[in-house]
């Protein structure tokens, strides 16, 4: 997903409901949320949404004015409305009901939202220097309501253009399975004029595609019901959308909110960033097969309409296949109820969580712990990196055995020397037996990386060194960043640090290790301060890199 677009890194839960000082990170474009019932899974999809709005019939004649972004500047948003005819917001309360008894006045709902994409820090006039959306209650009338801004504490400020952030969002409660037999009156139109014809093209081969259909090839229609309002639904010599069964209606939603991106995407042209789709229940009506096709679908579609996907399920098969071949873009996130409590769990085994779901105990297991995977790089500033990234997949823990080439003495001192060792040792692993089941971890400036038939070489991100990616991160970031004022010590600062520096040539090497040595003091513990913000400049790198390392390890062990 491009960097262009805005995404959901992370819920930093103060309290809500059951939850107490907890953290959700959203690694991948698609999360699918795990757990027994009463978990709080809708819980954490209404505190996705409430941050967001897109017009809304109380702003239906006013242009947009955030003061976060000024992207959607002079567009009236309130002329969006998806193919069901909804505004694209969705406050928490049209997701899970408040209750007159346990969502009280009195208690301390608060908690933020950690935004990713765009640079706010770039913008001098935009009040998310941190990225962090604050949401926190303000009762009325007796009656608990949430609002969104910038803030601190408990407390957001309401400035104009100020409030809940301008992005897409798509909801799909329980909602879209109300029996057919249960909706009063409904109209079928033929989806002419009402989708072009490359909607009804996708429409009718997702459909098919989903449900293995390949007799018959149904037209698109829309159906308009009060109930349910409008969707897309199957036109076919014998059913239509009367008379279709549970899945195939729910199928018909699921597939309409993806032609509303699609429709939006084409309607704001450039100005469109992304969206949100959230799904309660993604398995609910379909069967096994049919779930996995969908998931893969929306996979696909999510790289072309830069959406990012939050879905619950109770199914183990979908978990199970989502943990295995899709594990690139799904991540896992599994909640259990613990003393009253709701632990978020981001590194649960599939045997954890169907242990959790099917409510049993699973004895210990008598074979052997597996030997950690060993995984070499090209020194201590690599492993450094390597460290503090692999942090952000716990998947990884326990796992790895790191070393680099160079060791605590470096055989020579040569910058690039411990490079060519690592692509010698790489070269030759399918002639050494101890050496096959290896993960090689070079510089991204590597050029031998390209021509290599080893599988289990995987580069760091980016095409240049460590030492240069971050001397060119900082060179280009503004004086204003907040990162600059994290850093340690005293008057650190851009002049400080690259204003003195500009005879410094990126092509010379050992000048851009030795200015790097000099700034570590200044980075914080293992450079965290540093790292971070390489982490969030270079988010799609490092994530792509972290997908490729899981890869190579599942192969090796």
């Not at 939850?19 to 991948?28: L, N, Y």
């Not at 579609?301 to 619950?312: F, H, N, Y």
């Not at 201590?380 to 605590?408: D, M, T």
């Amino acid at each position: 997903m491009s960097t262009n677009y805005i995404s959901i890194e992370s819920l930093i839960i103060t309290e809500f409901r059951k939850f107490r000082d907890k953290r959700i990170d959203f690694i991948k474009p698609i999360t699918l949320i795990t757990g027994q019932n009463g978990t709080a899974k809708s819980t954490v999809l209404g505190m996705l949404a409430q941050p967001f709005s897109f017009g809304s019939e109380k702003e239906k004649d006013e242009t947009d004015e955030s003061v976060y972004i000024s992207n959607y500047h002079g567009i009236l948003l309130s002329n969006y409305v998806d193919i069901a005819g909804n505004f694209y917001t969705y406050p928490c309360d049209k997701i899970f009901r408040l209750s007159k008894k346990h969502d009280t006045p009195d208690k301390r709902y608060l908690y933020e939202t950690k935004l990713k994409g765009l640079d706010f820090e770039k913008d001098a006039s935009s009040p998310l220097k941190t990225k962090k959306l604050l949401t926190v209650k303000q009762p009325r009338d007796g009656k608990l309501r949430f609002v969104t801004g910038p803030g601190n504490k408990e407390s957001v400020s309401h400035n104009k253009g100020e409030g809940n952030f301008p992005h897409p969002v798509i909801y799909l409660s329980l909602g879209r399975l109300l029996p057919l037999a249960e909706i009063k009156t409904c109209e079928i139109s033929s989806g002419t004029g009402k989708l072009n014809k490359d909607e009804s093209n996708w429409y009718v081969n997702s459909y098919k595609e989903i449900f293995s259909i390949v007799d018959e090839t149904p037209q698109s229609g829309l159906m308009e019901t009060k109930e349910k309002k409008r969707s897309v639904v199957p036109l076919t010599s014998d059913y239509d959308g009367e008379s279709c069964s549970a899945g195939q209606d729910n199928i018909g939603r699921l597939l309409t909110a993806l032609l509303s991106f699609r429709r939006l995407k084409q309607s704001l042209g450039d100005r469109y960033r992304g969206g949100l789709l959230l799904i309660d229940e993604i398995d609910a009506t379909l069967h096994p097969a049919s779930q996995v096709r969908l998931m893969k679908l929306i996979s696909r579609e999510i790289t072309e309409l830069s959406l990012q996907v939050v879905a619950t399920t109770h199914s183990l098969y979908l978990t199970e296949i989502c943990a295995t071949e899709l594990r690139k873009l799904v991540g896992i996130i599994h909640i259990r109820k613990s003393s009253g409590d709701l632990d978020i769990i981001s590194d649960a085994t599939l045997d954890d969580i169907k242990a959790d779901l099917k409510n049993i105990a699973i004895p210990p297991t008598k074979s052997k712990r597996k030997n950690k995977v060993s995984v070499i790089l090209e020194d201590a500033e690599a492993v450094r990196l390597f460290q503090y990234l692999i942090k952000k997949l716990p998947v990884f823990r326990g796992r790895l055995s790191i070393a680099n080439i160079k060791g605590k003495k470096s055989i020579n001192k040569a910058s690039n020397l411990s490079g060519h060792y690592l692509q010698i040792f790489a070269d030759n692993a399918s002639k050494i037996p101890e050496l096959q089941k290896v993960i090689f971890v070079p510089d991204g400036d590597m050029d031998w990386v390209k021509n290599t038939k080893n599988k289990n070489v995987v580069p760091m991100p980016g095409t240049k060194s460590i030492e240069v990616q971050i001397f060119e991160m900082l060179k280009n970031l503004p004086e204003k960043d907040s990162f600059w004022k994290k850093c340690r010590g005293l008057n650190y600062n851009k002049q400080v640090v690259i204003g003195n520096e500009t005879n410094l040539s990126i092509s010379d090497i050992d000048s851009v290790k030795k200015w790097y040595r000099k700034q570590k003091p200044y980075w914080g513990n293992g450079l965290a301060i540093v790292f971070e913000k390489y982490y969030q400049e270079y988010n799609k790198q490092c994530i792509d890199f972290l997908n490729e390392l899981e890869n190579a390890v599942r192969r090796c062990e």
